[in-house]
């Protein structure tokens, strides 16, 4: 039985968590999401082991709204026909990993390529794949330096470029332009190559924004992975990866004691996030998605022209809901939790933030100007 004790403990870290959910400002966590219709399923050990696509012998699982939200990604990624396969990861990261993984598994003697803003799991990813790299160099709004790329895959032509594109990154959500990377390679006449998409925040709604950044299959990429915890919101990480399925044949492996296909980099898989992202996609619909994005594209509008009220030089990129600004306070980024890198800070305008949660954050920042007479 529960003491006393920790009952006051939850209590406290209930309140602490509703406060800190409150003004957080700086990372890409969404917060208008209710998934109460699904806590009756905590009661149950659920497993999705194995692939999603495969019968198992375990019973308690989601595979069937799995195979739902992942078709659902596959089409809005353009994904071709009868050739795609995927799951539901623990997160942006772990479809990067796979993306590279099916990736070495193809090109054993690859190079990937990525630039400098390429997210900071993806060094770990390369370390633990043993893969070789090479970082090409960013643009000032964080999109990869193409011509860089050209050289650097000119010099090393005899090896097959693994190239990893950010479409988002992390600080500026800058979109590497597959079409155009995927050009470059035509005009070195290089054709054993691969395209893997990071597409952890934009993912879930590049399709809709207009130009339509050209981040999917039909693009050029050989596999994506999306962050479901980010654009669309879970109380879990989640996310989803989406692969050529006739790569992923290629390293498909039969598992007895499952009943099952090994193709997941995970053994006992999450099934309650499949649930939680089906009932969302449900839920959301394609309306819903598009009408979340408009929200966002107009109050991260709203946020950079107030900030330059005031004399603050904001900016974003084309399309993007992440704000940059030069770097905030110690005291606004942690009122605020503002990520910060470098000489720059950002907020990210999710749809659950408001016009008057802005305005509070603008006050703020020009209260402290006011102060230190600036
Ligand atoms: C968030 C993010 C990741 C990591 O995704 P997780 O879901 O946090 O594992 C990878 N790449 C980019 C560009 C991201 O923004």
């Not at 992942?70 to 071709?80: D, G, H, I, K, Q």
């Not at 396969?85 to 796979?98: C, Q, R, S």
């Not at 802005?358 to 230190?372: G, K, M, N, S």
């Amino acid at each position: 039985m529960i003491t006393q004790d920790a009952r006051a403990l939850l209590d406290t870290l209930f309140e602490r968590m509703l406060d800190a959910n409150e003004r957080s400002l700086g990372y890409p966590a969404a917060k208008d999401f209710d998934y109460s219709a699904l806590e009756r399923f905590l009661r149950f050990p659920i497993n999705n082991v194995g692939d999603p696509f495969a019968d198992a012998t375990y019973r308690v699982e989601t595979r069937e709204c799995e195979r739902e939200v992942v078709a659902f990604f596959a089409e809005l990624f353009r994904a071709p026909h009868d050739d795609w396969w995927g799951y539901v990861t623990n997160g942006g990261t772990e479809g990067n990993l796979y993306g590279l993984y099916l990736a070495r598994e193809l090109m054993p003697s690859g190079m990937v390529y990525y630039s400098e803003q390429t997210h900071y799991s993806v060094a770990k990813n390369l370390h633990f794949l043993g893969m070789r790299h090479i970082m090409i160099r960013s643009q000032a709004s964080g999109e990869i330096d193409y011509e860089d790329l050209r050289e650097t895959l000119k010099i090393h032509r005899d090896v097959p470029p693994i190239i990893f594109a950010n479409i988002g990154t992390t600080m500026t959500e800058a979109r590497d332009d597959i079409a155009k990377i995927a050009q470059i390679m035509d005009d070195l006449a290089i054709r054993q190559r691969y395209i893997h998409s990071d597409a952890a925040l934009s993912g879930a709604y590049a399709s809709f924004l207009e130009p339509r950044p050209a981040f999917d299959f039909a693009d050029g990429a050989d596999s994506v992975s999306v962050s479901g915890h980010k654009f669309l919101g879970a109380p879990i990480p989640c996310g989803v990866v989406i692969a050529r399925k006739h790569n992923v044949q290629r390293i498909a492996r039969a598992v007895d004691y499952i009943g099952s296909l090994d193709t997941t980099i995970s053994g006992s898989r999450n099934g309650f996030s499949p649930l939680m992202l089906w009932y969302r996609l449900r839920e959301l619909g394609i309306s819903g998605i598009r009408e979340r994005l408009a929200r966002s594209l107009a109050c991260a509008a709203y946020l950079v022209e107030g900030l330059r009220a005031i004399g603050i030089d904001a900016w974003r990129n084309p399309s993007a809901i992440t704000v940059v600004l030069p770097r905030v306070s110690d005291a606004i980024r942690a009122k605020w939790q503002l990520a910060t890198a470098g000489t720059i800070s950002h907020v990210l305008v999710l749809p659950n933030v408001t016009c008057e949660q802005l305005d509070a954050f603008i006050a703020d920042i020009a209260a402290e100007r006011a102060a230190q007479g600036v």
